[in-house]
């Protein structure tokens, strides 16, 4: 079965710090570029960080430029996605889901293959 399993999401402080991972199974996730998206409540499903799959390209959103940073290890099959200095306004829902190489990289979610279910963040004192 071909999947993408999130993981690493929880109740942090703001200011704190957490990492998610992002954990492929039935397939070589070093085939595909990785994006990581988020959805707060009521608010649509927004980038938040891409990787190419060589890793040697990153993008981020605005809103989370020089606080997050994304990297890969394909040996392990995995990507992750350092989140610090966390804001309430991180809280979401996070998921990340694989593009196919053909693509580069893009915030445009249609394009993405396969999907995780997402692993809640939620920043709160």
């Known amino acids: 079965q071909l999947r993408l399993v999130e993981s690493g999401g929880g109740l942090v402080q703001p200011g704190g710090s957490l990492r998610l991972s992002c954990a492929a199974s039935?397939?070589?996730?070093?085939?595909?570029?990785i994006g990581w998206f988020r959805q707060a409540p009521g608010k649509e499903r927004e980038g938040v960080s891409c990787?190419?799959?060589?890793?040697?390209?990153?993008k981020y959103s605005v809103s989370v430029q020089g606080r997050f940073s994304i990297s890969r290890d394909n040996a392990k099959n995995t990507v992750y996605l350092e989140m610090n200095s966390l804001k309430p306004e991180d809280t979401a829902v996070y998921y990340c889901?694989?593009?196919?190489?053909?693509?580069?990289?893009?915030?445009?979610?249609?394009?993405?293959?396969?999907w995780g279910r997402g692993t809640q963040v939620t920043v709160s004192s």
């Open positions: 889901a694989a593009l196919s190489v053909e693509y580069g990289i893009t915030w445009l979610q249609s394009l993405y293959r396969f």
């Open positions: 039935g397939f070589t996730l070093e085939h595909y570029a």
């Open positions: 990787i190419s799959s060589g890793g040697s390209i990153t």
